[in-house]
């Protein structure tokens, strides 16, 4: 419900038709979602910059994914517990947040826990930025989010939540959850994918893979750099020429198709 209203929000407040968009982690996911069950909003749209995209999840090796996936193991009781509560009011999570977000923090420390919760150790990310960073960073999600890409990690899908089998029967008229319709993900230009080797989160084989589905659909950009992790294509010092000008041009070029089709008709 939220992203499909942002963008009328913004469609309503700038009197445009169409908007770009960039997506990082689940701001790609959740686009992959809309798109799939409303498909009416690909047409809302111009050029789409995913950064670290995520739908399938299989080989993702984030500890927090590999360590909590025994105790998910699909559908979990602490589900109907914890389904409804965000990761900042966990205790654990919580402490972790309390913490980094404290100028006298140890700001080495801070950066470990960050890549281990976040998607890999990175070379890029310059450790005087961190304090802002925390102020803002990682913001919490729901409990029941989490537990749904630990699903999508065990079952190698790309699908809705699973509930269980008598849930899925409530919410789906099934005892299994339904994939996400891909084929309903027709925008008019193609996703560019911008994904790395040494992100435990998004990682290579499932982005590939999920480029391999959607075909003409999605343009792969590989950046192709030893320890290039899953906030780099945030925080990165190096983003600004290595990814920026790409995103820019792409840009560029799709006003300008779209303006050479308006002046024809």
Not at 87 to 92: D, F, G, H, S
Not at 167 to 174: P, S
Not at 233 to 248: A, D, E, H, Q, T
Request: proline residues 6%.
């Amino acid at each position: 419900m939220d992203l499909p209203n942002t963008i009328d929000y913004i469609l309503e407040k700038t009197q445009q038709t169409r908007l770009h968009y960039l997506g990082h982690s689940q701001g790609t996911a959740i686009l992959f979602v809309l798109l799939s069950m409303q498909p009416e909003y690909n047409r809302k749209l111009k050029s789409l910059h995913m950064f670290a995209p995520i739908a399938y999840l299989k080989h993702a090796r984030a500890p927090p994914i590999l360590y909590l996936a025994p105790f998910v193991n699909m559908h979990t009781p602490m589900d109907g517990l914890v389904s409804y509560t965000t990761t900042r009011y966990i205790p654990i999570a919580g402490r972790l947040f309390k913490t980094c977000n404290n100028r006298k923090a140890s700001i080495e420390v801070c950066a470990v826990l960050l890549a281990l919760l976040n998607g890999g150790m990175s070379d890029f990310i310059q450790k005087s930025i961190l304090p802002d960073v925390y102020q803002t960073h990682t913001a919490s999600i729901s409990a029941r989010q989490s537990f749904h890409f630990i699903q999508l990690y065990l079952s190698g899908h790309f699908r809705q939540y699973d509930y269980g089998s008598q849930g899925n029967l409530e919410h789906y008229n099934r005892t299994t959850p339904p994939d996400y319709d891909v084929k309903n993900i027709q925008p008019r230009f193609p996703f560019h994918f911008y994904y790395s080797d040494f992100d435990d989160f998004s990682t290579k084989p499932d982005v590939e893979k999920f480029s391999g589905v959607l075909g003409n659909r999605s343009v792969l950009h590989f950046v192709n750099l030893k320890k290039f992790a899953h906030f780099d294509f945030m925080w990165g010092y190096n983003i600004k020429k290595r990814i920026n000008p790409v995103v820019m041009k792409i840009m560029q070029d799709t006003e300008e198709v779209l303006q050479s089709e308006d002046s024809q008709d």
